[in-house]
């Protein structure tokens, strides 16, 4: 009797143990991702995971991956320029606000706009971005047309931004100065259907370039283009929604020490920038004392090198004289 309940008991365990295998598995599964939306998901990678992350990228399939619907898409390579301005004060990014300047080089032909302009709120679901056409003015009138970043917004447009500048600081928006920027290596898949893109995969190799120390990091960005995604179908939502949430869950299962975020912007960088050089934010305050130091350091390495060259001029001219002395006896 004894035995026919501790038979009973092990299939009872093996049986829960294949159902919760089972829902693991139907978890992970394209059927599920079917039935679930799908977020902006950005992964920052370190450096222990370039190349298993970077082979990851190489193996997604864009191509019948979406079933039944027309989505296509575009693979292209750009060097990538981001400026983050803000206040002395760093009053945007106290109010978790982004205003950025993205230079695109070398973009892909079917990507038309190389500059751009956004004022984003991450604090607002979905995250809320006012785009500003760029213009660039020959002719200075105003003090604004001078200034690096408003001189290349459309005057028209100006007045929109300084509004919403307005809510978050008192000081001038003459004021606003480059923050931070970033230099990065993009290879994007763009899904498009009838020549309209809906979104990206992006990995991207970037460097905080100015007031810090050489680095370099990977960010796996999967983006879904929310001021567009109206247009689409609920079938096509559908099949787009699932294809990105297959492949956020196959990383994070690959790569499940790596946390996924929500957002990787202007806080995510400047956090990235105070670790490697903690005195960056110093240096922005007071730009003087930095270039007053690369004079000095680069005054040094020129003394160094004109003392190491006359040096060696001297040692020549040394030895000159002792081979004469030694052929005259």
């Not at 599964?29 to 998901?41: A, I, K, L, M």
């Not at 919403?164 to 100065?177: D, G, M, T, V, Y």
């Not at 370099?216 to 283009?225: A, D, G, Q, R, V």
Request: glycine fraction near 2%; proline fraction near 3%; charge should be neutral.
């Amino acid at each position: 009797m004894s035995f026919i309940l501790k038979t009973f008991y092990v299939l009872i365990a093996l049986a829960m143990i294949t159902t919760v295998a089972n829902a693991i598995t139907e978890d992970i599964s394209q059927d599920r991702c079917e039935n679930q939306g799908f977020d902006n998901v950005f992964f920052l990678i370190d450096k222990n995971n370039f190349y298993s992350a970077s082979a990851f990228y190489q193996e997604i399939t864009v191509t019948n991956s979406i079933k039944e619907t027309n989505f296509e898409s575009l693979i292209g390579e750009t060097n990538r320029t981001r400026i983050y301005y803000d206040f002395d004060d760093l009053d945007i990014l106290n109010h978790n606000n982004e205003l950025v300047f993205v230079l695109n080089n070398d973009f892909p032909d079917y990507f038309s706009e190389r500059e751009q302009i956004y004022y984003i709120d991450i604090q607002t679901k979905p995250i809320n971005i006012n785009k500003f056409e760029v213009k660039n003015y020959n002719r200075k009138i105003t003090p604004l047309d001078k200034h690096p970043l408003f001189g290349r917004i459309k005057r028209k447009e100006r007045s929109v931004l300084i509004d919403k500048l307005a809510n978050i600081s008192k000081s001038s928006p003459e004021s606003i100065s480059e923050s931070l920027k970033i230099k990065s290596s993009d290879n994007i898949y763009f899904i498009v259907l009838y020549g309209v893109s809906y979104g990206a995969i992006t990995l991207s190799r970037f460097t905080i370039s100015n007031y810090s120390v050489p680095n370099t990091s990977l960010l796996l960005k999967i983006e879904k283009f929310h001021d567009i995604e109206d247009d689409l179908t609920k079938h096509e939502t559908k099949s787009f929604d699932a294809f990105f949430c297959r492949i956020n869950k196959y990383f994070q299962i690959k790569f499940p020490h790596i946390k996924p975020l929500p957002w990787f912007g202007y806080a995510e960088y400047n956090r990235l920038a105070i670790d490697n050089l903690p005195s960056r934010a110093f240096f922005r305050k007071y730009p003087e004392i930095f270039t007053i130091g690369q004079i000095i350091i680069l005054s040094f390495i020129g003394f160094l090198f004109i003392t190491f060259i006359l040096g060696r001029y001297s040692k020549r001219d040394s030895y000159s004289k002792v081979s004469k002395l030694n052929t005259k006896e």
